[in-house]
């Protein structure tokens, strides 16, 4: 079978920071190399635009300190929505032990202020990179992971004992039924899984679940 190629969506790049000035530099910079940007004053003013429920593209520059919820506030408020974007912060100086704090909690990097330009495009270069990588990782599961829901359960304990390479005869002993039962049903796994050998099997179930076959 050929698999769907995942959707890769258009980048949109979230910029919160306080400073007036440093935002429309920071836009200028990031839109001269072709990035979609929008720009937010505080954490609020982010939220309130709903973005969190949006499709989660592209990735978050943040200010660590911030009026009202700071940017590691943020960063929880958005872990507890199940928000993915990748957070690079950005820091003033004495704020490099927070941005550590930050990167523990899962945030791509940070940059500490004064830095090049071409270190903020490295990053969020890497950034865009990563999610991307993800988001076709998360495609590629859930596609998988139909393929296998097509499956019943005794057809779904099969699939996982071909997986792991038992041949039919073992099969049969495992799940204490007939080596004939074990060959019907491994076709119609093959059948609804859209494979054509263990391999491949194992190769789909991993995708769907790396510890299916723990």
């Not at 910079?29 to 979609?36: A, R």
């Not at 940017?71 to 993915?84: D, M, N, P, S, V």
């Not at 039962?181 to 119609?188: D, F, L, N």
Request: contains cysteine; negative net charge; glycine residues 6%.
């Amino acid at each position: 079978m050929t698999e769907t190629p995942p959707v890769v969506p258009e980048w949109q790049i979230h910029l919160v920071d306080d400073d007036a000035a440093f935002r429309r530099s920071l836009v200028f910079l990031l839109e001269s190399m072709g990035w979609p940007v929008q720009a937010h004053a505080s954490a609020a003013d982010y939220l309130d635009a709903g973005l969190p429920a949006l499709e989660q593209t592209g990735c978050l520059l943040l200010d660590v300190r911030m009026p009202g919820m700071s940017g590691l506030e943020l960063q929880q408020a958005l872990i507890a929505r199940g928000c993915h974007l990748p957070i690079v912060f950005i820091t003033g100086h004495g704020d490099v032990e927070l941005a550590v704090q930050a990167m523990k909690r899962g945030a791509f990097d940070f940059l500490e202020k004064p830095f090049k330009d071409q270190r903020l495009l490295d990053v969020v270069s890497a950034a865009l990179r990563q999610r991307e990588a993800d988001l076709v990782s998360s495609e590629r599961a859930q596609q998988a992971g139909d393929r296998l829901a097509r499956l019943s359960p005794r057809e779904a304990e099969v699939a996982r004992l071909v997986a792991q390479g038992l041949p039919n005869k073992l099969v049969a002993r495992e799940l204490d039924i007939s080596e004939k039962t074990v060959h019907i049903h491994r076709q119609h796994v093959m059948e609804k899984a859209e494979v054509g050998s263990a391999a491949e099997l194992a190769r789909l179930m991993l995708q769907a679940d790396p510890t299916a076959l723990d």
